[in-house]
Each structure stands twice: as structure tokens, then as C-alpha cells.
């Protein structure tokens, strides 16, 4: 399994940038997909989730700033983020869940500035 994550970058406060994570080499058919941030010195946390009906789920400082969606004939999950603060500056991973493993991306920096 590959996850490929783009879209980051620098950004000013209160700007805009939209995360892709195209995955391949994939047999099964994947549970969930999200995003997950790591801000320096920090434990990784959920930003959000989504499953293959389209059941989403945000953690609650992002909520109503960030949009999650998904592609499932490109397998590819993206996340819309609005309105971006300070504190959102993190290393942004992709997520997958297939049979009740996790996969993850490498990661993609996002860094905004105030």
C-alpha cells in the first residue's frame, strides 16, 4: 500500500489549502481514510475521517473549518482547509484503514503563518 500526500505548504492566516492523498496497491476495500496532524513536540492527532458511505468525522478545532472528502474509483481523499490559524501548523499524515490495519503517508508540512 502507497499513500502519496500533496497540497502542503506555507499559507498566511486565514487562507486556504486543499491536501490530497492518492493511494495505490490496494486489494481490499478500505475502511476509513483521514488525516492526522503532528505538531512539533506533540503526539499525532485525528483531524478527520471518513468511511466509504461517507460518514465523516472532525476533531472539534477544526470543525466548520476544514472539509473532508473522497474519490473511491480514484481512491484518493482530500481535505479542504479554511480559515487556517497558527495552531494548525503540523505535519499533515494520510490515513487508510483496511482490515484493521492502519497505513500512513509520509506526510506533508503545512505551515501558516501569523
Known amino acids: 500500500v502507497q499513500l502519496v500526500e500533496s497540497g502542503g505548504g506555507l499559507v498566511q492566516a486565514g487562507g486556504s489549502l486543499r491536501l490530497s492523498c492518492a493511494a495505490s496497491g490496494i486489494m481490499f476495500s478500505i475502511n476509513s481514510m483521514g488525516w492526522y496532524r503532528q505538531a512539533p513536540g506533540k503526539q499525532r492527532d485525528l483531524v478527520a475521517t471518513i468511511t466509504g458511505g461517507g460518514r465523516t468525522n472532525y476533531a472539534d478545532s477544526v470543525k466548520d473549518r476544514f472539509t473532508i472528502s473522497r474519490d473511491n474509483a480514484k481512491l484518493t481523499v482530500y481535505l479542504q482547509m479554511n480559515s487556517l490559524k497558527s495552531e494548525d501548523t503540523a505535519v499533515y499524515y494520510c490515513?487508510?484503514?483496511?482490515?484493521?490495519?492502519?497505513?500512513w503517508g509520509k506526510g506533508t508540512l503545512v505551515t501558516v503563518s501569523s
Open positions: 490515513n487508510v484503514q483496511i482490515l484493521g490495519i492502519d497505513y
